[in-house]
Structures are given as C-alpha cells and as structure tokens.
C-alpha cells in the first residue's frame, strides 16, 4: 500500500476529508450529517494519513493525543449542558443565541457545541485505535 | 439553608484546607484546625437548653426529592450528646494528631482523613433522612479504612484497613436493605417521623427481616462477636484514629442505631432477647481476651469491643433505668476510653515502647500524663467519684432483679466489669508505679498538643459526676428521653447508697483486685486456653476471602476462557435462542411477509449485498471475506439511500470504511494462517449458530414491522424539530437536543472502549495471577 502515489496524494486527501468533516458536521442540524458522522470521515483521513506517511507523521500533526482530544470532546459535551444552570433550567436544555460579525447574523447554540463535543470524542477514540494498531505493524 | 447545615459541613471543608495549612505553617496549624469542630461544639452546644426543655429540632434541604431523600437533621437529646462528643473530642484529637505525628511529612494528608471522618460521624449521628444516614454510615466505613490504613506501607495495617471496610461494609449495605425495608413497611423516609410510628413497624410480618437487617449493621460496626475481631485489628492505626475511632465515634455508630431505633425496633421479645445475649457475650469474650494482652493499645481494644457489649446489652434490656445506665456508661466510656488510648500513645510515643511487662515507675517522668491516666483509669474501674461509678451503680440498680434472666445476665456482667477493673488498674498503674524500668527512649513528658487532650477528658470525667445534677438535666436526661421515647429523669448522683447496687459494685471491686494481684498468671491460663482453642473469627474471616478469591477465579476462568469464538458463539446463540423461544412462548411469530414490490435498482442492490455474502463465505483467505463483507456493508447503506434515510445511509459508508480498515490493520498483526481450515464438524456448528442467530433476527425485525405504527413520537419529532430545536435535521436534533442525555452516555462509552481497546493493545503478553496474597494476622 505504501506507494509512492498514495504517500504523494494522502495529505492533500486528508485535508480536503478533514475540512469535508468539519462541513458535514457543521452543516448537521439542518442537512444529513452531524458530528457522529462528521467524526468519522475525519478519523478515517487520519486512519489513511497513517497508513501512508507513517503514525509519527499523524501523531505530530494532530499534536495532541487522540485520547486527549476525546476526552476534551467529552468535557465539552458534559459542559454544554452544564450552561443551563445559569438559567434555572433542566441539564442539556438547548439555549441559543444570536451573534453579529459584520453583516452576518450567525446562530450560536449549545447544541452546536455539544455536537463538536461529539465529534472530538469520535475523532479521537477511533483514530486512537487505528494509530496504536498501526503503530504495532511497525515493530 | 440553616446556619446549622453549614455547621454540619464545616468539616469537610476543613478536611480540604487542612493539607495546604500544614504544608504552609506545619504541625501547628492544628490549633488553627482545632477551631472548626470547637466552633461546631459551641454552636451545637446553643441547642442544650432547647433539647433539654424536651424538644426536637429538625431542619435541612431536599436532596433528591423524587427518592425521598433529604439532606435533613434532627437535633434531639440522642443526637445532640453524640454530636457534642464527636466535636469535642474531635477537637482534642486534632490537637493530639499535630503533636502525634509532628514530624510526619504525610500530617496534612493524616488531618484531611479525620476531618473527614468527623463529618461523616457527625452526619451518622444528626442525620434525619433515612438515605442521608445509609450515605454518612458509607462515609464512616470508607474514611475509617483510609484512616487505619493510613500506614500503608505495612502489610499488617493493610490487612486491618481492608478488614474493618469489608466487615464494616457488608454491614452498611445491611443497613441499606433495613432502610429500605422500613420505609417500605411504614412509608416514612425521616427518622424523626418514624421513631413516633414505631407500632407500624412493629406490627409489621416483615418486622423480622427490618430487625435483622439493622442488626447485622449494628453489630458489624460496633464489633458484637463474632465481628468483634476487626476492631483490635484496626488498632495497626496511629495512636489518634484509634483514640477517636474507637472512643466515641465510629464503633459507637452501631450502638447509636440500636439506640436510635430503639422506639421503632425496640420491646418486643425478640429485640430483647436477641441484644442482651449478643451483648453479654462480646462483653465476656472481650473481657477475657484483654487479660491476655500485653500491649496498652490492644488491651484497650479489647475492653472497647466488651463496653460496646455491655452497652448493647443494656440497650436491649428493656427497662428505662437500663437504657439511663447505657446512656450513663456511654458517655462515660467516650471519656475515659478517649482519654486513655491518649495516654497509650504518648507513654508510647515518649518512652519507645506500648509493652505493659517493659514499662514502670514513669511517673516523675510524665507527671501530667500520669495524672490522666489515673484519673480515666479510675473511672474507668467504676471508682467514685467518677461518672464511671454513677454508670455502673445505674446498670447494677437496673439489671440486678431476682428472675433468672436477669441474675446469669448480672453474674456474667460483674465479671466482665471486674475484668474491666483490673485492665484499667493495669493501664493507670503499671506504666506508672513500681520501680523505674529502662525503656527503648529516654522518657519524658510530651509536649502540650499531647497531653492537653487525655487531661481535658479525664478531668471531664471527674467534673461530670461532680456536677451531677448539671449532667442529668442537659445531657443524661434528655438522651435517655430520646432513646427510650418516653420521659425519662435521670437522678444518679455520686453517693454510697446502701442497697444491692453497692454491694454489686462491692463484689466487682474485690473480684477485680484479687484477679488484678494474679494478672501475669491469669495472663499466661488465657493464653493457653486460645493456643487450644487455636482458631477464631479473625482466622476464619481470611479463610473467607481467599474463599471468595478462589471461587470468582473457578468462575472467571470458565466465564473468560480468553477464545474469541467461544465468546461470540455463545452470545450468538442466547440471543437467537431467547428471541425464537418468547416468539414462540408468546404466539408472536411473524407472519410469512408478502412479496414486496421495488424497482429494478432496489432489486439490484439487494442482489449486490447477497453476492457480498456469497463472497464472505467462499473467500480462500481471511483478508478477502473481509473485504467481502464490506460489499455487503456498502449495498446495505445504499438501500438506505434509496429508502430515503440519508444519515443513516451515510453514517453506515463510513463505519463499513472504518470496519474493514480496522479489521485489516487486526489481522496484519495477529500471526495466523493465511487460510482458514477447519474440521468439517465446526463448520457446520458454526453455520447453525450463524442461522439460529440471524434467523431469529429477521423474526424479530418482521414481528416489530407488523405491529401497527404508532406515529406518536415521529409526529412530535418532525412537529417540533424545527420549533423547539431550530433544526431541520430531524436525526441530528434527536441526537444532540431531544436525546441529548444518551449521547452523552454514548460518547462516554465510545471514549472507554477507546482508552480500553488501547490498554489491550499495548498489554503484553504475561502470565496470568491469579494468587491471591494472603497476609496472615500478626500473631
């Protein structure tokens, strides 16, 4: 597999699948995706980079752990929801809000955030596992 | 909330600050410490009046109102006394731990678990709730561990930690059913409803099991034989747990609950059966191991384990001037007991040595500790004029009664308390008088923190008979009141009154002198009699948990044989076995379905995926069935699509990518054969299970299909989706707003199976130990 195509094209193929993750889950609260599925797509460009290029490779690109970046995910999940005791309503109550940069009106909410939560967790545990069985065919 | 509530916590929060304290300011940070329970003494102390007028406080927060549970207290005459104790001398104990281990570089950590601990007693004794009781008892059993084993570097001092939690635990999850088992009978979940509806739960069939519930708690935490053995164990803990723990809190806990739920639980025969026969067995047991002891700490153990029996004795009696008694002889032993295992740690801690035969003539050397000593040690022997006397006058006044019962129960009682004598005579005495003995350490008398404590309590002792009256009205009275739940006066009073409770006292005084002037002697017969007995609880509670160990090993070992396909096979199997035998049991089999109607591409694609299939199962080698199983994968995801499911269908692409390059990377490391052959025998098992499996699957699927759809949820989700949730994306609002909670609960188990798929990775490969390291008792 370690062709020099593959190793050539890999990295600009993981760009173009991490930005395509970031769209997908992004766009997920009103078109098909989400951050579940948004994680995947970029776990599998990570799972790809290190097939081609090597673990180090992904390892130093991502900078943090992948397990680090999991937990982060997880932590900013369970905060989310966490927002809503300032405004005396149940956990997990979605609350939103409205934000201007310029001209552009942009809908913030912590749903948003719990489904980036989301994503970090799969981003993170997924491309974990597939860099430490990676890692093992090397030695 | 009350200023009382933030009172009760103030020890937790002391508990925290007490590491950084003596970090920064060392060992004397303690009596900056030594402020919170003071202040909580004094302000529990404001309630005494109230109490004494005979009224109850209650009051608290609601914790998890749809359990019932709150965060409630009740201050009456019961809980007041204990709370008093426990702060106060709670106070002394932190004082004494500074001096104790003033140069023990884990001090903060060490006051941290008291404090701790303090509250957590606090809370057993105020609690009101039933659940905030169950939790606070936990506490107890979970901080006293960390505090027995607060040296852990020693194999004997774990062993005792872990003992007292498993003994002291067992018990607490008792305690849970019993709560439980109350509540259920008579529908209450705070105590101070409860203890006036006693009738309820006394009339009640399932009186028995509530009774032996609370009774298995009892008597596990305040070591009723045959559980009596953690106690002495737990002695391995420094000098200031032991003196704390085993004084006037935690082991006092079981007799507080029998105390407690003496209005509830309480005169019936059973209960006063059952209670003075535990009782009078601990205390004689106990009593007659004491003898035998050598060393102060151990011999004030066991004493400790044979008051609490005489306390449960008198608790169970069933006459109002017994339970006057217990409440008499409780507050008394809380003070001398405290005072005394004080005085074991600095005669200990100054002269090198706990061995009563390698001690004496220390008193011009220890003056002031001297003095402690004698004055708990007296009280101790029930000598006048001590509260110690009026305790044993007021039990010998109550149980000393002409039916049989009651005479083999006063017979047996004046022997343990004569044997109770001689030990304090022993302890007060030996180390002290006599000729100067040459200890391991120069000895000589510790420093204030040390002895401010022992002296503080001794003299308590004293100055409680003097000021009897005092005594009776704010403390004796109104706990006798609020155990027994009816009005009790006390009157005891340091005087010789001529009668049959002075001539009790007269026969316990001389048989304790003559046993006294043969200690070594009766010393040594204790000790053969146990090397012919040669086997007791302690032994037996080993032989327990390596008997537990041994057992879950046979079972792991059948369950975990570590062969993949025997996992998978099995649980292939129950699931398709379960699912066609309730379709069958039931009579919901599916009905044959009709041959449906779809277009040439949907025809196509199922087509595709049952090729992916055929492929799976005439694939040569490994790597090609799983490459084959993702046409499959692949083919399912578009019907998907084409079936109008788009996240489904997407989500299902991704995870058949990631499937197969996962399970490739697998097989690249696991050495295998390229090929897979086996016995013909196996396949056809395998293909049965395979069918059994996928078989009862599809019935499944069909049954649910032909139920009727009820649009219930649909219809909200897409009527509200776009409302409430500002999303279009009616799964993705499911996932993230609607259901919210359970993604949480996904993702977290998304992320451990992550950290454990890594851990298994990374593990190598090693024997397997199993052994379980047992660590035999000192002995």
Redesign the interface.
């Given at each position: 597999m370690n062709t020099v195509i593959f190793r050539a094209v890999a990295p600009y193929l993981t760009a173009l699948m991490v930005v395509f993750s970031v769209f997908i889950l992004l766009r997920?609260?009103?078109?098909?995706?989400?951050?579940?599925?948004g994680g995947?797509?970029a776990?599998?460009a990570f799972?790809?980079y290190g097939?081609s290029n090597g673990v180090a490779a992904v390892r130093r690109s991502l900078y943090f752990h992948?397990?680090s970046i999991?937990?982060f995910?997880?932590l900013l999940?369970?905060l989310s929801?966490a927002l809503s005791v300032f405004f005396h309503v149940p956990?997990?109550t979605?609350l939103?809000t409205k934000v201007a940069i310029g001209s552009v009106e942009l809908?913030l909410?912590t749903?948003l955030f719990?489904?980036i939560?989301?994503y970090c967790?799969?981003v993170?545990?997924?491309s974990?596992?597939?860099l430490?069985?990676?890692e093992?065919?090397a030695d | 909330m009350s200023v009382t509530l933030y009172i009760l916590m103030a020890p937790f929060l002391a508990a925290l600050l007490s590491p950084v304290l003596i970090r920064f300011l060392g060992h004397r940070a303690v009596w900056l410490l030594a402020l919170v329970p003071a202040f909580v003494f004094i302000h529990l102390s404001g309630y005494l009046p109230t109490v004494a007028a005979g009224e109850a406080v209650t009051g608290g927060i609601q914790w998890v109102p749809s359990l019932g549970a709150n965060l409630s207290y009740l201050i009456d005459g019961l809980s007041l006394t204990f709370a008093l104790l426990i702060s106060g001398i709670g106070t002394l104990i932190i004082l004494y731990a500074g001096g104790y281990l003033s140069s023990h570089p884990q001090l903060g950590r060490f006051v941290g678990f008291l404090f701790l601990f303090m509250g957590s007693m606090l809370w057993v004794v105020m609690a009101d709730g039933l659940i905030a009781l169950f939790v606070a008892w936990e506490l107890t059993s979970i901080t006293s561990f960390l505090l027995i084993g607060f040296d852990h570097n020693r194999a004997a001092s774990r062993r005792a930690a872990i003992q007292a939690l498993l003994v002291t635990g067992a018990g607490g999850l008792s305690l849970l059913a019993g709560v439980v088992v109350l509540n259920r009978i008579s529908g209450m979940t705070e105590l101070s409803l409860l203890i006036n509806g006693g009738d309820v739960v006394r009339d009640s069939p399932y009186y028995l099991l509530a009774l032996i519930l609370v009774l298995g708690a009892a008597f596990t935490k305040s070591a009723q034989f045959p559980f009596h053995f953690w106690l002495p164990n737990a002695m391995e803990a420094p000098t200031p747990v032991s003196a704390f723990l085993h004084s006037a809190t935690m082991v006092k806990a079981g007799v507080y609950m029998l105390m407690r739920l003496n209005p509830v639980l309480g005169d019936t025969a059973v209960w006063e059966t059952v209670l003075p026969l535990f009782g009078i067995v601990t205390l004689v047991t106990a009593t007659l191991l004491a003898v035998r002891q050598t060393d102060l700490k151990l011999m004030l153990a066991y004493t400790t384990v044979g008051s609490l029996g005489l306390l449960v004795m008198l608790t169970g009696f069933g006459s109002e001037r017994a339970i006057e008694g217990a409440v008499y002889y409780l507050v008394a032993h809380a003070l001398f007991k405290g005072g005394l295992f004080m005085v074991a740690g600095i005669v200990d801690h100054e002269s090198g040595t706990r061995d009563i035969r390698k001690l004496g003539g220390l008193r011009k050397a220890m003056p002031i500790t001297f003095a402690a000593a004698a004055l708990a040690g007296l009280s101790m022997a029930g000598l006048p004029p001590f509260i110690g006397f009026i305790a044993k006058e007021e039990i010998y006044a109550a149980i000393g009664k002409g039916d049989l019962w009651s005479i083999s129960l006063t017979v047996l009682a004046i022997f343990g308390n004569a044997l109770m004598l001689v030990i304090g005579a022993a302890l007060a005495i030996k180390p002290f008088l006599g000729a100067k003995v040459e200890t391991p350490k120069h000895a000589h008398e510790g420093p204030v923190l040390l002895w401010l404590g022992p002296l503080t309590l001794s003299v308590m002792g004293l100055l409680s008979a003097l000021f009897a009256s005092y005594s009776n009205h704010f403390i004796i009275s109104p706990m006798s009141t609020a155990v027994a739940g009816t009005g009790i006066e006390a009157h005891g009073v340091v005087a010789f009154h001529i009668g049959l409770p002075l001539l009790l006292s007269l026969v316990t005084i001389g048989l304790g002198i003559a046993i006294f002037w043969k200690l070594d002697t009766a010393r040594l017969i204790m000790a053969r009699v146990l090397h012919i007995i040669g086997w007791g609880p302690d032994r037996g509670f080993d032989q327990v948990v390596a008997g537990i160990v041994r057992l879950s090993v046979a079972i792991t070992r059948v369950l975990q044989n570590g062969r993949m396909e025997a996992y998978m096979t099995s649980v292939f199997l129950v699931f398709g076995i379960s699912v066609w035998l309730s379709l069958i049991h039931f009579g919901e089999l599916p009905a044959w379905p009709s041959f449906p109607s779809m277009t040439f591409y949907e025809w196509g694609m199922m087509l595709l995926a049952l090729l992916g299939l055929i492929a799976v199962l005439t694939a040569y080698n490994r790597l090609t069935a799983i490459v084959s199983l993702g046409i499959q994968g692949f083919a399912v995801a578009v019907i998907f699509m084409l079936f109008g499911a788009p996240d489904l269908s997407f989500t299902q692409f991704m995870v058949e990518t990631l499937s197969v390059v996962i399970l490739a990377l697998v097989m690249t490391r696991l050495t295998l054969n390229k090929t897979d052959r086996r016995p013909m025998r196996e396949t056809v098992f395998d293909f049965a299970a395979a069918l059994v499996a996928g078989s009862a699957f599809t019935a499944l699927l069909l049954a649910v299909v032909g139920v009727p759809f009820d649009p219930a949820l649909s219809e909200f989700f897409s009527a509200n989706s776009r409302v409430i949730a500002h999303g279009r994306n009616i799964v993705n609002v499911i996932i993230v707003d609607f259901r919210g909670f359970d993604t949480l609960g996904e993702i977290a188990v998304v992320m451990i199976t992550g950290l454990a798929i890594i851990a298994l990775i990374r593990v190598k490969q090693r024997k397997p130990r199993f052994e379980y390291e047992l660590e035999g008792p000192d002995e």
């Open positions: 997920g609260h009103n078109e098909p995706g989400g951050g579940f599925i995947l797509i776990a599998s799972a790809m097939i992948p397990i999991a937990g995910g997880l999940a369970g929801g956990y997990l979605g939103w809908d909410s749903p719990f489904d939560g989301v967790v799969v993170g545990a997924i974990a596992i597939a430490a069985l990676e093992r065919q | -």
